[in-house]
């Protein structure tokens, strides 16, 4: 499952872009008073991302993906398809929260998704990891509180 801290677990990128950067903050409202704060200041053609990997996601199995998320500054990069603020689950079946990514400015928003893991995850070469990322945009985003876990119940 993901690590409540946001230094715990968490790989933040080593040299970003002159254009990126990142920061882990405060923020009382956050059940570990931290978030992580990530600015684009350019619209590039490609995503600027932390991540966590995540070695005890079981295959086949309904998981429940939670946060809180912010939005602030946003500019999409001109005719992508693939631009926003969106939280990656990276499994052998690669899915995006939302689908539709968020592509507007918005104060703090709880979110949550349920999914059913791949059924290949953590099988090599599916090494999992969530992602958190501004994809094709600038802006500020922040995200706290991510977590994932196993839903109550995997029978339907």
Known sequence: SVKGNLLDGWIFPWKPKPFESWAVVDDPFSES??????TRTAAEKDAFAVVQYLP????????LLTFA?????????????????????WDDK???F?????????????QGFKFTSGPKTNT????????????????TAWFGDVKLTEAASNKE
């Not at 939302?98 to 709880?110: E, V």
Request: charged fraction near 20%.
């Open 56 to 63: 005890e996601m079981k295959p086949d199995t309904q998981y």
């Open 33 to 38: 008073g931290k978030c992580v704060r990530m």
């Open 124 to 139: 090599p070469p599916h090494k999992s990891y969530v992602r958190l990322a501004i994809s094709e945009a600038a802006c």
């Open 69 to 89: 998320v912010r939005v602030e500054g946003l500019v999409l990069s001109p005719g992508s398809r693939h631009a926003g603020v969106v939280a990656n689950i």
């Open 98 to 110: 939302p689908k539709n990514y968020y592509t507007s400015d918005m104060g703090w928003t709880r």
């Open 94 to 96: 690669n899915v995006w």
